[in-house]
């Protein structure tokens, strides 16, 4: 008998770890203690040789679900285990922050759904059940180790029936950090329009507002989210217009599996993403694929309530919720109960609030699962700040992200923390949100970095906060150019070595001259350098930064440049005269080689869009326009790829325009040219990977940047390219857009050489 000291590492707080290996110790008759460190949990255990390996063997198939354990060391120890039996010890304050792990958040278990709706249980209908396998976690932790006493449950002092079941080990509450009940735990509050607390049932009176068609403020896990029904079509525009939304699509919260089929079309493997403990947003298919005031697109993005709450709040006969982060447009989703009060004045018909902080606010991440895997739109709640694993990643460094979907994300030996959703950095709130979770991740992961990794655009505001960094630790700073991030971040993805091809399409970055705008490219490289090897013929933008919403200006850009006669009679004239005059006299219009561009250029040509809300709104339309033709049948545009006088292989777009409005004047329909145009670039992708393979003989192939969040695209052009003999690459753990950016600019960084 040797006693040993076995040392996990992984996701093994907050998730039963501690009670598990309790119970599995009496299982196996064995004496000895657990306790969390920073580092994970650390085992002593009395055992023979051969009953040790069993009971490893037995902990790492027998874990608790959300449980991942990364690495397990055992040695020897000459100090026996005080006393007798099993038991938690308590933390170890000090050791080293650098290798712990936070659970992100997990959404409500079964068992405690079952207590919830049982008229018997002391818990019945209280909406902050938890258990050791669900509840809060990221969201209500301000420091580790994770302990109740460092969570923002710290003000609620366990009643003595709570606490009975914390330090009982037959109970499923044996050790849950934010164990409570009715008598201990959080209460709800709901105010009125104007603020006032009302009296009464605020769970009742909060269900029979949504039932009535009032918007309600909902505080929910990591943010507080507006809430009406989704059945009310007059009532969601009337969230639009109070909220001042752009026309992005509204998330709907489904009472449960019955709804969304009601709605949707629902694959098992959806099923399971939807109903999985991290519950994103899933994009589904809807049934009678009709646009209404929700959606303006085939898809529909639903989720399932995943707090006890959330499950709480739907009043009879309504079955669907829409469920939209609280805030005004491009600013992050609200936490605190006294700034919604007041930032939502005048948007809310009432306020359901509750006295348990949020530490950091997360929101919902949102999903499509294709190729029966969930791919990212958005990372966040769920798995925010569970580690991205990477290969060859060696130190430690923060990478800052770009500017719009911005994010940041900090390495140590093996893996990266990413940062949730944090939106526009050019507003001050969304900065201020971006810098509160530097320094919170600083402080969870006891993170040092030797080396500051940012974007080449001088002025986007991630490369202030590195620059600022750099200067104040004296650490090294990397420029990386945004598109060579791109190809990395897939690389980094999918635990690739060596050189690859990148087809990196997205909306703007800027080029490695620190002058021209990129976003249609094929780069070779890998990790450390990446070489331009072919690009899109680049797009005048008419007005410079009007044309990003203006698309119109793109599409009679793109007409002119095509040699198209009567170019202005597409769009109102009084514009594109003025337009025209610009692109004639100002010999200095800004261009674009962005796909982007020229997803906006080809929907305003098509007639479907002429001003869009929000970035994207033109591809998305362009999407939704193509599945309402037979793809297969709509046959391509050529698209011609020409080398210019150095070598850069450049794509021209000029036949396909010239041709896409002679059809659209001979009364082609739009939704036959939409799928026409993403077939070309299927072509055109297909083509430009043979030309780079025919120059570098490289075989395999990443896809990054937003533009492959189209569902058309990221469905057929890995097909094609397969087909083609290619290995293709595409994003799976973080987002293909530019919030997965900053993965790419830590390994770029690392593998630079110069640190
Ligand atoms: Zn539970
Ligand atoms: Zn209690
Ligand atoms: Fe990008």
Redesign the pocket.
């Known amino acids: 008998m040797f006693c040993w000291i076995v040392q996990i590492h992984g996701l093994v707080q907050g998730v039963g770890f501690r009670p598990f290996l309790h119970r599995l110790a009496q299982r196996f008759g064995l004496s000895g203690q657990v306790r969390n460190t920073a580092a994970g949990a650390e085992l002593l255990l009395e055992a023979d040789e051969q009953t040790l390996g069993q009971f490893l063997a037995a902990m790492r198939g027998e874990a608790p679900a959300p449980a991942v354990i990364e690495a397990v060391s055992v040695r020897k120890s000459d100090r026996p285990v005080r006393g007798g039996g099993f038991h938690i010890a308590a933390s170890r304050e000090k050791g080293s922050r650098a290798e712990t792990l936070i659970s992100p958040d997990l959404g409500?278990?079964?068992?405690?759904?079952r207590e919830l709706n049982d008229p018997n249980d002391r818990r019945y209908r209280y909406p902050f059940?938890?258990?050791?396998?669900?509840?809060p976690r990221f969201t209500v932790v301000r420091d580790v180790p994770y302990d109740r006493a460092r969570t923002s449950m710290a003000r609620f002092p366990m009643c003595p029936a709570c606490a009975r079941e914390y330090e009982d080990l037959s109970s499923?509450r044996y050790h849950a950090q934010p164990n409570c009940c009715p008598v201990c735990g959080p209460r709800l509050t709901l105010y009125d329009a104007d603020g006032h607390e009302t009296p009464g049932d605020a769970l009742e009176t909060a269900r029979r507002w949504l039932a009535e068609g009032k918007i309600l403020a909902v505080k929910g896990l990591g943010g507080i989210h507006l809430a009406c029904r989704a059945d009310d079509m007059p009532l969601v525009e009337t969230l639009r217009r109070r909220k001042g939304r752009d026309a992005r699509p509204l998330a709907v919260m489904c009472r449960d599996m019955v709804a969304v089929r009601a709605r949707c079309l629902v694959s098992p493997e959806e099923e399971a993403v939807l109903s999985s403990p991290r519950r994103p947003i899933v994009l589904l298919e809807r049934r009678d694929a009709q646009p209404d005031g929700l959606s303006f697109t085939r898809e529909l993005g639903v989720m399932l309530p995943y707090t006890p709450l959330h499950t709480l709040l739907f009043p009879d006969g309504v079955d669907a919720l829409v469920m939209t982060s609280a805030n005004r447009t491009h600013l992050p989703i609200l936490c605190e109960n006294e700034a919604a009060l007041r930032a939502l004045s005048g948007i809310a018909d009432g306020f359901l609030l509750h006295d348990r902080d949020i530490v950091s606010r997360c929101d919902d991440s949102l999903v499509r699962v294709q190729d029966g895997e969930a791919r990212f739109l958005r990372r966040s709640r769920g798995w925010t700040p569970a580690p991205v694993p990477l290969k060859n990643c060696r130190f430690p460094v923060l990478a800052c992200g770009a500017e719009q979907k911005a994010s940041f994300c900090f390495t140590r030996a093996g893996a990266a923390f990413l940062s949730g959703h944090i939106g526009d950095l050019k507003t001050a709130e969304t900065f201020d949100f971006y810098q509160e979770q530097l320094a919170h991740f600083k402080t969870l992961f006891g993170l040092q970095p030797i080396a500051v990794a940012c974007d080449l655009h001088p002025d986007y505001l991630s490369t202030y906060t590195a620059e600022r960094i750099s200067s104040r630790y004296d650490i090294p700073i990397l420029r990386i150019q945004h598109h060579h991030a791109h190809l990395a971040a897939c690389m980094a993805d999918n635990a690739l070595d060596g050189d690859v091809t990148g087809l990196i399409w997205d909306g703007t970055g800027l080029g490695d001259d620190g002058e021209t705008v990129w976003g249609g490219e094929l780069l070779c490289g890998s990790y450390d350098r990446a070489e331009r090897t072919g690009t899109l013929r680049p797009i005048p933008l008419i007005g410079g930064e009007a044309a990003i919403r203006g698309i119109w200006r793109v599409g009679l850009a793109l007409l002119l440049e095509a040699g198209v006669p009567d170019a202005n009679r597409f769009f109102r004239m009084e514009d594109t005269v003025t337009a025209q005059l610009l692109l004639r006299t100002d010999g200095g219009t800004a261009t674009s080689h962005g796909m982007g561009r020229l997803f906006d250029g080809m929907c305003a040509i098509l007639g479907l869009l002429n001003n869009a809300t929000f970035e994207g709104q033109g591809a998305m339309l362009l999407e939704t326009a193509a599945a309402g033709a037979d793809a297969d049948a709509a046959g391509s545009f050529p698209i011609p790829i020409e080398p210019d006088e150095n070598g850069l292989l450049v794509a021209d777009w000029r036949e396909m325009v010239r041709l896409a409005a002679e059809a659209r004047r001979a009364g082609v329909p739009a939704p036959l040219l939409a799928a026409r145009f993403q077939n070309t670039l299927v072509e055109l992708g297909a083509a430009m990977c043979r030309a780079a393979r025919e120059k570098n003989g490289l075989e395999r192939v990443v896809l990054s940047g937003g533009v492959f969040q189209n569902r058309f695209l990221s469905a057929r052009l890995p097909a094609r390219l397969r087909a083609e003999g290619f290995r293709v690459f595409i994003h799976r753990r973080v987002s293909a857009n530019d919030e997965g950016l900053c993965l790419g600019q830590a390994m770029a960084a690392i593998h630079s050489g110069v640190i």
């Not at 409500?108 to 759904?113: E, M, R």
């Not at 059940?129 to 509840?135: E, H, V």
């Open positions: 409500v278990c079964p068992d405690c759904l059940i938890n258990c050791t396998s669900c509840g499923r």
